[in-house]
Each structure stands twice: as C-alpha cells, then as structure tokens.
C-alpha cells in the first residue's frame, strides 16, 4: 500500500514524443484509471511505472522514493497483462506461487498466500490445471491473483478485460470492484473503455496524444468535462457537441436555437448537451428536426438527428414511435448545456 | 533490454564469431602480402656402395630457423595477387596483345588457374541457383497438387539428397556414373558408344556437376516454397477464383508475387552457398577438369611439400571480393526493404 | 487439402503425379543402390557386365557362396578402424552441439527482446559473415594454430565449427524467440526474476521445440562436415567424412573400393534412420528461418 508520484514524465520513441510533461499524484489505495484513445501514451505511461520502459525525462517515485534506475524486480509492484502473460508449462498453483518465489518471500509463507488468493478469485478447484486447460475468464483470473499474492505496493492492469466476451467483461468488472475494495490496494488500471473507467475508478485520468485532459472523478468527469475531448469521450452516447454563435446568452446554429444561457459574450462556440438532458415534446420549442435513426435500447430509444454536419442524439421513451424524416420537437434545457471554446476545446465557464 | 544486459547475454556468440570469422580477415590480409621463405639449400655429399657424389638438400635447421626468424615468410606486396596463379596481370597483358580472335584470347585465358576456376564457379553459380529453386517450386507445386496423405513421404525422400554431406553425396553419384557402374553403362548402352566416359570430357564433367548441384539444392528450395504455398492467402485465391481467373492466371497474379520474398531470400542463400562449390569437386574427383576458386585455397594449403599460405590467403581474399560483388545489388535491395519495417 | 483438389483436371493430376515419381526416382534410387551394392564384391558393383550383376550378385555369389556379404564393412571398421573415425565425430558432434545452442540461444534471446537499431545489425553482419567460405578462413587459422600448439584437436575443430554455424544458429533462434510473446518476459520481471532468471526459468521452458530444431541443423553441420575436420585434425584423430575422403585416394591403390562404399553407407545410414523423426522439425525450421 503506497502512494505514487509521477512528475514531468516525458518519453520520445524516435520523432514522436508519446508521453509529454505528464504530472500525476496517485493517493495510497485509490483506484487509477488511465482512459484513452489508442495512442494516447496511457500504456506506455503505466509501463514506465513498471519499469519495463525508461523515462526520457522527469521522475517517478513509489513509496516516497525515486525508482527511475531500479528494475521491474526491485519495485514493489505487480501487473496483469491485456494476453495474461501466464506461464504456460506451470500449474495455475505454480503460476501464483512464481512471484512468491522469485521475491524470495519465505517458503513457509507460500501455501497459506496462494490459497487466499485462489479463493478470492475463486479458482481454487483448478489449483492444478495448467493455463490451456483454462478458458479465457479463468486465465484471466489467474493473472489476477498471481498479481495480488504479494499485496504489493502498486498494482498495474493493462487492459485486462479487453479480451473477454462481453457477458464476462461484465461479470468480471463487477468482481474486480469488489476485489478492490476488500483489498485497497493502489491500482493504476488502463483502458479504452469509458464505461470500465467510469465504473471501476477512483479518479479518471483521460488521456489524449501524450497530455492528461483532465483528472477527477468518474462523477465531475461525466458532469463537469474539461474540455470538448473529454466531453465527446465520455458518456454512452457521448455528449452532443455543435458548433455555433452564442450572443446575448442565446445560442444559435442551423436548426437549433437553444436561449436562457448564462453566459455574457458574443462569440463562435461549442454547444454540448446529453441525450439523457435533453427530452422529446409536443411543440417546437428551440430544436425541430427530422429523425435520421431511431434505436430501441431495451429500458429506452435513442433517436438521432442531423443537425448542420453534428450527429445529435437524444433519449426517448422505450416505447416512443417516430418514422425516419418524421419531423420531432426536442427541448434542450439551457441549464443542462455545457460552452466549450470553437478552436481549443475547453471549457468556458459561464 | 538495458545495453549492459544486451552485452552480457551475446557475449559469447559474438566472441566466437569475432575470434573466428572477422580477426581471421584482418590475418588473411595480412598473410596475402607474404610468400614463404625460399628454402635454403646445402650441397651435401652422399656415398653408397655405387660411389659418392653430390646432392643438393633443403637445409632443414636453417629452414627452421629461418621461419621462426621471419614466421610469415617474405614480403611480397601486392606481387602474389598478379602472380600467374591469381590475377595473373603478365600473362593476361600477354594473351591481350596475340594477333589471335577473341575466342582464342578467352581459351587461353580461361587455361589460366585463378580464371579457370572463375569460370567454372560462376558458370556454376549462375546455373544451378536458379534452376533449383526451378526445380523446387516444381517438387512444391506438384506435392501440392498431390493428396495430403502423400506429403510426409514425398518430403522424406526429397530430403535425402540435402541431409547426406555432400561430398559423400557426390560420392555415390560418381560410383553411379561411372563406366562400370549402373549410370555410366546404362547411358553406353543407350547411346550405343561402349567407351563414354562422364569423367574424362571436360564438358560432361561440368554437366554432371552442374546436374549434381541441381540435385543436391532442389529440397531446400522445395521446403521453403512449399512453406510460402501454404501460406498464400485464401481469401485472395478464392477472390481470384470468383474472378474468373484461370489457374495460370492465379499462379501468376496471385501464387508467384507471394512468393517472391521467399524466392529472393533462396536466391540469396543459394548464390552464396553455390560460389563456395568444392566438396563436390572432390567427390566427383573431378579436379582435373573443373576448379573452383575454394578448390584453388583448398590445394594451396595442401600443397606436397610445404603449405603455400600467402598464395591461398590472397586467393581467399580474391573469394570474398567476388561473393561481395556478387551480393551487393541484392543486400542494397533487402537493406531498402529492411529500414522500411524497421523504421515503422 | 489443396484450394480445390475434387476439381484439379485430370491431365493436371496425372502430370504432377508423372512428375513426382521421376523425381522421387531421382532423389532417392541412389542411395537405394548404394546401400543394396554395398553388400556386393568389387565385381558385382562396378561391373563390366551391367548392372544386372549388382541386383542378383552373380559375382558375390561366386566369391563367398552367399548372395550378400559383410566383407567390406568388416574390412573398413575393423581393419580400417573406421570406429576410431566414429568415435572422434561423436566427439565433435557432441561438443558442437552443446557449445553451439548454448552460446546460440543466450545470443538470440538478446537480438529478439533488444528492442534497439544495433541488434538488426548485428543479424546483418551474422549474414554477411555466413557468406564467407570456410576454406578461406581455415586459411588464416593454420598459422596462428601452429604457433599456439592447438592444431590437430578435436576441440580446436569444434570451435571452428561452432563459430562458423553461429550465424544460422543465430538467425534460427531468433526466428523462434520471436514468436514468444513478451507478456511472458514482462511477467516473470515484474514478478521478480533479473534477465536471465527470465531467459531460464520462464522462456527456455517455453522455447525448448525451437532448441531441439537449431541443434537438429548443428548436429548435421558437424557431422557432414569436411572442409573445417579435413583441414584441422591431424591423421590420428580424424572425423569420419574426411576419413573417407582420404580412403579413396589409397583404396585406389589397395583396390579395395568396396570399403569407401561401405564407409559411406554407414555413415548416411543413421541419418536416413533418424530423418523421420526430425522431419517435421527440419521443414519447420527452414521455413521458419525465412521468416526471420
């Protein structure tokens, strides 16, 4: 259990700088999760927490202590990787026990850990098996337990549930959560699924071509995004963005005139609004326009509009009836919109 | 990999390749400026029980003495590269300057050592390499063509001529060809002249070894091609297929760009492999007929009466800038090719 | 199966099949003949009559009242002492073998996980010196051994053998190293292990098939060696393909010429012998070779 620090980290493969001046304080037991795109450095950022990658410039400290120079072996940390890395010509029993072995923890020790953590994974009827005799939700949870049998300091999951189905990805979500909050254990966990972050961290850090965009929690990520990235990033579906003029607190684009906006100013602008916010009504009120998809989601339909180049899409009753080109009034509550700059992105506070 | 590991772990291999491979050429150069001492000689008086008279003798303590003075013997420069039995500039200039035609001037010269073996190295590289990758994309084709079931004992025999060592592989085709044996009477008998020899043309002898090389290179090329064939991609065949594309042209536009890698890989190897022709040779006892730049190195160093280390070191060094020409165009090709995918 | 074997046309069918007999006719009657003519007299196998006379053994028959005959393997492994000659290959064979894979596999290990420009050039100059033919080389060694009186031993002969491979061995190991997947390395560092903790513990278990190919082709390297044994061993503890090499040149006199076939007969048989097992092996490894 440990807090970690990662201060001005930089790293260039060739020309590209993939990781650039990042800055992360990381508290004792909290829950990680690096979200972004492919190629937004997020993994090469936790591999130089591991070690198995060297910084090009800046520090990382684990524990209070600068461990730039010291190897995978000589941090105390632990990682799940996205194919398991298992040991295939070892027993899931030896597979575990490994790390226990290599740290040089004493022998005496190595039954009673390995066995805690096969039940907590729920393995412990497979102690025997060797990797290709397990399927891919099993490995998985081989992998995980071999990382937690030393409690280490800092734990590190590089997309772990990537490879599962969907039904699995769930389930094993669910007991991950719970894994984490029996052990409390730091965790750095990446991934490029919002929905995984969101449900699993702590604190979000997204992530975009080497910079952090923001960093908070899943809640005032999902409510309060920093920037137009984070705001298009996040959310199932993410947040309607639409560029247009604001002035005289009434924002107007083509198709769409949303009035009552707290904001002084006359200037271009990035409107954003959710699905959820927004609501279909009888009359025009601001926003009419024709349906281009409509969507039955099971517990509610999502309709989807065209509006100007924007894709707008908004959440109905399960049991709403709209025709493609059918015209439908929506109204956008100006206090659920959110101003971003047209050419930066971020934030206008109002 | 952190540089200090890299070092630790190849280490040993690179070591051994250094010691024996690169420090050798720098020796080799160096020895290739060198011929060996002139043996002092003694005049000696023998008696036996006809009368006494003189002898001439090497003089085997100053000899000895001689070469621990001086180990590499005396220097020579450049001179042992334009003797007769390597570049040979003089005679060359010589054979230039005749009133003969041009097909005399190059009989001549190909009677000269060093370009005798030239010409029968080169023909035979440039012969055989192709022809056995020929030859096997012809095995592959066919194997897989054939049933699946057939494929394990197909590749056994075809083997066979690959795994046996060559010379002695060369060994057992000689015995074949020869007058007595089962070869070299069949083909009397067929071609009704009860004295033909395969050993005793010069031709015929090229022939055999070139036939001989064929045969001992095809499975190589046939495991690598049959490889590339099993991996050509379906998706493309069966494209090609609904195409309307014929089975010549699927083996054109689809099978053979496929496989061109591979074939420029064989081709690569089989160049180098083919130049260094010698166990053949000797198998084939064929040494009086056809000479290889190897086999030239190989009869210095086994020269009768004492080793001639300077003429096979600049031999040897004559070798390597031919197989370097020789490489060269294709080593630029890959190199292109290679800082593409490294540099992605 | 071929793309769509039920519908290859007929002609296509007979002429592969054509094609494959002549060729399988080709690859392997020789050695049939030789093995078959090795247990006949001088007279039966190099024949004036034909080649009738080495199938039916009319003149084998005639000098030792039985179709076939061990005189000439009794005469090359006992009087020749021929076993000596097998002995001394074992040697070499074994040492090289061993020597070879392990200085191979530490080597590549490092080329494939290296992640730097200088292991590509390193392969590189592997290759180039793979062009360079061994009797040249050998040309540069005979002096210096002299010098350091290590001439003439089996163990000088080994490391030149080792040496000369390393670039194959090389370049075949690394092909396999490449196809274990770094998740495997990554793991055993971050659970504990230094490097070559890693390289022995996780991934040698892992990569043993790729092992057994590589020492597979430096087995038959150091075996089917000439050019390297012939050069460097003294008389006395020469291998066998150079010894048989130097049996021809005195059976031409002796006239005893049976004995080099039956030399060459026990040396090929084993390897025919162990072909089948290895086969798989070999196919996969050329090809793979390619690959990296």
Known sequence: MADARLVNLGKRFGKTDVVKALNLDIRDGEFIVLLGPSGCGKTTTMRIVAGLEETTSGQIWLNGRVVNDLEPKDRDIAMVFQNYGLYPNLTVYENIRFPLRMRKIPAGEHRRRVLAALEMVELTDFADRRPAQLSGGQRQRVALARAIVRTPAVCLMDEPLSNLDAKLRLSTRVQLKHLHHAHRSTTIYVTHDQTEAMTLADRVVVMNRGLIQQVATPRVIYGTPANAFVAGFIGSPAMNLIHGRIGQGVFEASGIRISGLAHAGAHEVILGFRAEDASVIEHHCGLSAPVYSMELLGDHSMITFRIGDAFVAVKAAKDHQAEIGEIVHIAVPAGACHLFHPITGDRISP | ?344 | MPLNFHRTPRAILFAAAAFMVVWLLIAGFPFVWTLWGSFKVEGDFFSYQGWIDAVAGRNTLAQTGHLVTLGAYRGVWIEEQFWKAALHTSIVTIAVVMVSLSFGSLGAYALARSGHRYAYWILVAALVFRAIPGIALISGYLLPFFRLNVWGYPPTAALVLVALNQPFTLWLLHSFFLTIPRDLDESALVDGCTRFQAFRLVIMPVMWPGVVTTGIFSFLTAYSDFVVCSMLLSDRNQTMVPRIVAFLGTTQETGRPMYAVAAVVSVTLPLFVLIPFFQKRIVNGLAGAVKG
């Open chain 2, 1 to 344: 990999m952190p540089h200090r590991t890299f070092i630790a772990f190849i280490m040993p291999s690179l070591c051994t390749m250094l010691i024996f491979i690169a420090l050798p050429l720098v020796s080799l150069a160096y020895q290739s400026l060198f011929i060996e001492a002139e043996k002092p000689i003694r005049v000696v008086q023998t008696c036996d029980p006809f009368g006494c008279h003189l002898e001439s003798r090497v003089d085997s303590q100053a000899l000895a003495k001689l070469r621990a003075q001086e180990p590499a013997g005396r220097f020579n420069g450049l001179k042992t590269y334009t003797n007769p039995s390597h570049l040979a500039f003089a005679d060359v200039a010589r054979i230039w300057r005749q009133p003969t035609g041009i097909a005399s001037k190059l009989n001549q010269l190909f009677e000269l050592p060093l370009y005798r073996a030239l010409a029968f190295t080169l023909g035979y590289t440039l012969i055989v390499t192709p022809l056995s990758i020929f030859l096997g994309f012809g095995i592959a084709a066919a194997t897989n063509t054939l049933p699946d079931g057939l494929r394990a004992s197909i590749t056994y025999v075809t083997l066979l001529p690959m795994i046996v060592p060559s010379v002695l592989g060369a060994l057992v085709l000689f015995w074949m060809i020869d007058s007595r044996g089962v070869i070299g009477s069949a083909l009397a008998y067929l071609l009704n002249e009860p004295d033909l020899s395969l050993k005793t043309s010069p031709t015929l002898t090229w022939v055999t070894l070139f036939v001989y090389g064929i045969w001992q290179s095809a499975p190589y090329a046939f495991i690598v091609l049959f490889a590339g064939l099993q991996s050509v991609p379906k998706d493309t065949l069966e494209s090609a297929m609904i195409d309307g594309a014929t089975r010549w042209a699927r083996l054109r536009y689809v099978v053979l760009p496929h496989l061109r890698p591979l074939i420029n890989f064989l081709a690569i190897i089989s160049l180098m492999d083919n130049f260094r022709v010698f166990e053949a040779i000797i198998g084939f006892n064929a040494a009086a007929n056809a000479s290889s730049v190897s086999l030239l190195i190989f009869e210095d160093l086994r020269s009768s009466d004492s080793p001639l280390y300077g003429s096979a070191a600049a031999s040897s060094m004559l070798t390597i800038l031919c197989i370097a020409v020789l490489l060269l165009p294709s080593m630029v090709s890959n190199w292109k090719n290679f800082k593409l995918k490294a540099g992605a």
